[in-house]
C-alpha cells in the first residue's frame, strides 16, 4: 500500500512558476516510478512526466518539455514537480502516481496508486 499527497498547486499568471510536492508512504520510495498526470475540466486525465525510483530515468509529454522538470529526494519520499513559464493550457489538477514496477511513462493504467489531486490555474 502506497499513501500519495500532493501539494503546491494555486492560482497564478501566465509566466509564473510553481512547485508541485507530493509526499509518498508505505512502501520503500526509492523502489518504484513515480508519474505526474494533469486533467483539465471535460477532458481526459493527460501524462505529463515520469521519473524512475533511482531518479535517473525521466520523461516528458511534448508540450511541457523545457518547462517542466520532475525529480524526486528518495532521502524525503518526495517527488516534485518544477513548472515553469506556466501557460493558461497548464491549468489542470494535477495528480502524482505511484508505478510499483519502476518503469514510469505515460500509460495511465501502469500506475498502482494515485492522489487526491493538486489544483493549477493559470490565469492570462
Known sequence: ??????SGG???????????????????????????????????????????G??????YVGSVKGRFTISRDNA??????????LKPEDTAVYYCAADLQN?????YSRYDYWGQGTQVTVSS
Open 10 to 52: 494555486g492560482l497564478v499568471r501566465a509566466g509564473s512558476s510553481l512547485r508541485l510536492s507530493c509526499a509518498a508512504s508505505g512502501r520503500t520510495f526509492s523502489t518504484y516510478a513515480m508519474g505526474w498526470f494533469r486533467q483539465a475540466p471535460g477532458k481526459e486525465r493527460e501524462f505529463v512526466a515520469s521519473i524512475r
Open 76 to 85: 524525503k519520499n518526495t517527488v516534485y514537480l518544477q513548472m515553469n513559464a
Open 54 to 59: 533511482s531518479g535517473g530515468s525521466t520523461y
Open 103 to 107: 518503469l514510469g511513462g505515460s500509460f
Open 1 to 6: 500500500q502506497v499513501q500519495l499527497v500532493e
